[in-house]
């Protein structure tokens, strides 16, 4: 399986690995269908609407309401739904920047105006070519775009997320915890739950460094035990709120 590795503010690698070509196929099928079942609900409207209004004004309407949103379908829904269409989700994969944030807006943008050239000309077969010989799994658009496109996990663990169980009677050690966001927890615990980089020093120190600073705070316990306590800290605070 492929993979790409993103670092973060945080100097903290995380690897994720590459859409497969299959599910990305699949995505686009489902996609398919979901514009396919819209095209026939507009035609039953349409039928409906001839025998109560001139057949003109409701081909108009009818016109109007199937262009736009086949047209703008992967645009909308990805912008919507932060990288993600319906048929990407149930097939849980996600659009994301080759530095693993979030696309702008001029990146989807890009990438909805080359699938005519990925996906139209010789039905789809660039968009396969391209993605067989890119490294990272890109077609035209996502290589023009700067974006790629991920695995995210089928099954989420507790461990997978920013949650941590913790006991009732935990008081709060860093109230400076709400300076932090659901971000730099998520990467804490990646670091925590993976023994290499918690046996790399210079890596925890970093990130210790790093959330000490974000924090406003000046730790007095040592850099595991620093971090631990702002994760519990923090699912102390946010189920406070």
């Known amino acids: 399986m492929s993979e790409i590795s993103f670092t973060t503010s945080q100097n903290v690698t995380i690897d994720y690995e590459i859409a497969s070509l299959g599910d990305r196929i699949f995505a686009n099928i489902i996609d398919g269908l979901i514009k396919a079942g819209y095209i026939l609900l507009l035609i039953f409207i349409a039928v409906k609407l001839e025998n109560a209004v001139e057949f ?5 309407v009818l016109a109007v309401l199937f262009v736009s949103p ?3 379908y992967s645009l909308i829904f990805e912008m919507a739904m932060q990288g993600q269409t319906p ?4 097939r849980s994969i996600r659009v994301v920047k080759l530095d693993g944030m979030q696309p702008t ?3 989807y943008l890009i990438r909805w105006l080359f699938r005519l050239v990925d996906f139209s ?19 035209l658009g996502d290589i023009l775009a700067k974006t790629c496109v991920i695995k995210t996990k089928d099954r989420v663990q507790l ?9 009732d009677q935990h008081d709060i050690t860093f109230l400076e915890v709400s300076r932090l966001t659901e971000k730099d ?5 990646k670091v925590l739950g993976n023994k290499e980089y918690r046996e790399n020093f210079e890596m925890l120190f970093s990130l210790s460094q790093n959330i000490e600073t974000k924090m406003g705070v000046k730790r007095e316990m040592p850099q595991e035990e620093f971090l631990d306590t702002v994760v519990r800290d923090f699912n102390r605070y946010i189920g406070g709120l």
């Open 185 to 189: 927890i998520e990467i804490i615990k």
């Open 56 to 60: 003109s004004s409701s081909f108009t």
């Open 70 to 72: 086949i047209v703008f």
């Open 87 to 90: 048929g990407k989700r149930m």
């Open 121 to 139: 000309i010789m039905s789809g077969l660039i968009a396969v070519l391209v993605y067989i010989s890119s490294k990272k799994g890109q077609r």
């Open 159 to 167: 461990k997978d997320t920013i949650y941590e169980r913790i006991n």
């Open 105 to 107: 807006l001029s990146a």
